[in-house]
């Protein structure tokens, strides 16, 4: 069984960037679509990015603020490890920000991976 493990989370200033990793445990993740998503407090699970086992990328296109401009999802499959660059960080993107992988590549729709991280937190300081 798969397991997913986030890191690179924490306190960045608005405008600024980072970068977050997320480890799978098994090669079997190379098989699987993989995706980013958030939630802030009081919110709903929010889609960010997902990209295809072979490379295909996909943006939400409803996220507040409009994150393909300023996000962009990679993979490293000799590391089988999925990436979120996050660049001109704005108060609203606090959240915790939770990796998943699943079949269905491109899905918005968080019921079409079945496998999760447990999140990494992202705060940002105006």
């Known amino acids: 069984q798969v397991t997913l493990e986030e890191s690179g989370g924490g306190l960045v200033q608005a405008g600024g960037s980072l970068r977050l990793s997320c480890a799978a445990s098994?090669?079997?993740?190379?098989?699987?679509?993989g995706a980013w998503f958030r939630q802030a407090p009081g919110k709903d699970r929010e889609f960010i990015a997902a990209i295809s086992w072979n490379g295909h990328q996909y943006y939400a296109g409803s996220a507040e603020g409009s994150v393909k401009a300023r996000f962009t999802i990679s993979r490293n499959d000799a590391k089988t490890t999925l990436y979120l660059d996050m660049h001109s960080l704005k108060p609203e993107d606090a959240a915790v920000y939770i990796c998943?992988?699943?079949?269905?590549?491109?899905?918005?729709?968080?019921?079409?991976?079945?496998?999760w991280g447990q999140g990494t937190q992202v705060t940002i300081a105006s």
């Open positions: 998943a992988a699943g079949v269905v590549a491109g899905s918005e729709n968080s019921d079409e991976y079945h496998i």
């Open positions: 098994e090669r079997a993740f190379l098989s699987y679509a």
